[in-house]
Structures are given as structure tokens and as C-alpha cells.
């Protein structure tokens, strides 16, 4: 198996699975793999989430943030802290869903093409930061995360060879 599969299939596959687990979700989404990608410890995805304040915690707490924030507009107040907690059903295997395979194909469309088409961690961040819209933008809007400097800074880590 390639290294690029292992990297894909530990992030997405794992990683992110067992998050979407955790929280109850029928599918896998960005903020799942945003939350598998900062778990992973020495990653260099992880460092560079880690270097920009986003620690696991920082970005659930931010997802929370955005939650009560989209509900709020909905005209629906609740505090996340406050709802019971998912019950994980560890015999669901959550699907990829949308917002992983629109990220995927921005992870493969970023420049620089460093590495061809290799998807590792570094390069999953890049097509993360690359939406403008959803929730892992607006959580990480809500948490003051300057999304142009980190994807400035993921880019300069594949130039020098992170993946």
C-alpha cells in the first residue's frame, strides 16, 4: 500500500470515521477530519492547526460556537454545554460524506503540486481552508483563526515537502 493511501485512509478512514462516531454523525464531514487532523499527534497538519491555537478542544469548542450561532439565527436559543452528550454507536460506519469529497478534491487541486498528487495530512488541511462557506469556516471564523494565514502557512509546508 502506498505511503499516500496510508495517509488518506488513517485521516479520513480512521481518524475522522471514529470522530463522526463519537458524535453520533451518520456521515463523515469536514469538521470530523478537522478534529481527526489536529488528534494527530507530530503531524504536520496537526502542528500547524496546534501553532494556530487549534488544539482537538480549541476546534470542537469553536464547532460548538458555530452551532449555537447558526441556530441563534434561526431564532432558536440553546447552549451546547447544556444538550446531552451523542451516544456513540460504534456499530454504525459512517459514509464519506459531501463536504469530505468537495475537500478532497480541493486537496488534490492545491498548488503548490509539490508531491503530484499526494494526499497527506498538509495537503487535506489546504483543502479544508479552501472553502469559504460551511461550518468549518464559520467555526473557525467564530474562533478568530485567520484562515488566509494558515492555508498560507500549510502551502509553504508542502513547498518545503510536508504532505
Not at 454523525?25 to 470530523?32: D, I, K, Q
Not at 459512517?94 to 469530505?100: D, L, T
Amino acid at each position: 500500500m502506498s505511503s499516500d493511501a496510508k495517509d488518506v485512509r488513517t485521516i479520513l478512514v480512521r481518524g475522522a470515521r471514529e470522530v463522526a462516531r463519537r458524535d453520533g454523525s451518520r456521515t463523515v464531514e469536514a469538521e470530523h477530519v478537522l478534529v481527526a487532523l489536529a488528534a494527530m499527534e507530530g503531524n504536520p497538519a496537526a502542528r500547524l492547526l496546534a501553532d494556530a491555537g487549534l488544539t482537538e478542544e480549541a476546534i470542537r469548542a469553536a464547532l460548538d460556537r458555530e452551532w449555537e450561532q447558526s441556530l441563534a439565527i434561526a431564532g432558536i436559543a440553546v447552549r451546547i454545554g447544556l444538550l446531552p452528550q451523542a451516544t456513540p454507536d460504534h456499530s454504525r460506519d459512517p459514509q464519506i460524506g459531501e463536504s469530505v469529497r468537495l475537500l478532497l478534491k480541493r486537496a488534490l487541486d492545491a498548488h503548490p503540486r509539490v508531491g503530484g498528487t499526494r494526499i497527506g495530512s498538509v495537503r487535506i488541511l489546504v483543502g479544508i481552508l479552501d472553502t469559504e462557506r460551511g461550518r468549518v469556516a464559520r467555526a473557525l471564523d467564530a474562533a478568530g483563526v485567520d484562515r488566509a494565514t494558515l492555508r498560507a502557512r500549510a502551502t509553504e509546508a508542502l513547498t518545503q515537502g510536508a504532505h
